[in-house]
C-alpha cells in the first residue's frame, strides 16, 4: 500500500529548518517537543492525501492511490496529530497550542478549498503556508520552553520574512521556465516585486534591530538570500537543472538558520 507524503521538497525543507531553528533558540530537546514534532508532521502530511481526494471526485484511483487508501491515511494522520495535541495541550500542560491548531485546521481548509478548484498553487495559498510554516518555529519553542516571549516572536518574524521571500523568488523562477525573459524590461516586470520585496525585508530588518526589536545580527541571517534574489532577479537567467537548484536552495536555508541561531545566541 502506497502512503502519500508530500513531494514538495522546499516544504520539508522550511518545515524542519523552522523546527530545529526553534529548538535551537529555545536551547532544549525535551519529551514535550518530540511529542509536538510527531503532531505537526502529521498535520503537515495530512495536506497531500487531503489534496489527492478533492482531485479524485468521481474518480476512484488517483496515480498509484485508490479513494479508500487515501482515505484510511487522512484517518491516520488525522488521529495521530489530534491525539498527541491533546497529550500536549491536557496532560504535558501546553494550552496556548489550541490556537495554533485552530490556525493549522483553517489552512488545512483553505487547502482543501483551492484543491476543488485548481491543483494549482495559488500565491495566498503559498503564503499562507509559509506562515504556517513559519509558526512551526513558534510552537517549537513555546513547548520547549512552555513560554511566549520576545524571542520567540522575533524568531517567528524572521521565519515568516525569509519563507515568504522564498516564495517570491521561487514564483519569479517558475515563471521564467515558460516564459524566459529576453531583456530588462521583462526581466524587471517579473522580478520586480521580488527585487522590492527582499530589499524592503533588508530595511524593516536592519531598523527593528536598530531599535532593539530584534537581535542586532538579524539583518545577516536574511542577507545572503537577499543578495541570491536581487542578482538572480537582474540576470534573468531561465532554470534548467532543477535538481541542482533545490541543493543550492538547502544550502541556503541551512546557511540562514546557523546565522538565525547565532544571531540569538549572542
Do not use: C
Not at 518545515?15 to 530545529?20: G, K, L, Q, R, V
Not at 521580488?194 to 530588518?205: P, R, V
Amino acid at each position: 500500500m502506497s502512503i502519500p507524503i508530500p513531494k514538495e521538497h522546499g516544504s520539508w525543507v522550511m518545515f524542519f529548518t523552522a523546527f530545529i531553528i526553534g529548538i535551537f533558540i529555545a536551547g532544549s530537546f525535551t519529551l514535550p517537543v518530540m511529542v509536538y514534532l510527531l503532531s505537526t508532521l502529521a498535520l503537515f502530511m495530512i495536506r497531500y492525501p487531503i489534496f489527492l481526494l478533492t482531485r479524485m471526485k468521481n474518480k476512484h484511483q488517483f496515480g498509484v492511490y485508490t479513494k479508500g487508501t487515501v482515505r484510511l491515511w487522512i484517518i491516520i494522520y488525522g488521529f495521530t496529530g489530534t491525539a498527541s495535541g491533546l497529550v500536549l495541550v491536557m496532560i504535558l500542560g501546553r494550552p496556548l497550542l489550541v490556537y495554533l491548531g485552530v490556525f493549522a485546521l483553517i489552512l488545512l481548509s483553505a487547502e482543501a478549498y483551492r484543491g476543488t478548484q485548481t491543483a494549482r498553487q495559488t500565491l495566498l495559498n503559498e503564503l499562507a503556508g509559509a506562515a504556517g510554516l513559519s509558526l512551526i518555529g513558534l510552537g517549537a519553542y513555546y513547548v520547549s520552553t512552555n513560554r511566549l516571549d520576545a524571542r520567540a516572536w522575533q524568531m517567528t518574524f524572521l521565519l515568516a520574512l525569509y519563507f515568504v521571500m522564498a516564495v517570491f523568488y521561487v514564483r519569479m523562477k517558475a515563471h521564467w521556465v515558460t516564459k524566459p525573459p529576453t531583456d530588462f524590461k521583462t526581466r524587471w516586470e517579473t522580478g520586480s516585486v521580488n527585487i522590492l520585496f527582499s530589499l524592503a525585508a533588508l530595511i524593516l530588518t536592519l531598523g527593528l534591530a536598530s531599535y532593539g526589536l530584534l537581535p542586532n545580527l538579524s539583518w545577516l541571517a536574511i542577507l545572503p538570500a537577499i543578495l541570491r534574489n536581487v542578482f538572480d532577479a537582474l540576470r534573468g537567467q531561465r532554470e534548467t537543472n532543477f535538481k541542482r537548484r533545490g541543493w543550492i536552495e538547502t544550502i541556503y536555508i541551512v546557511i540562514f538558520l546557523v546565522l538565525v541561531v547565532l544571531a540569538f545566541k549572542q
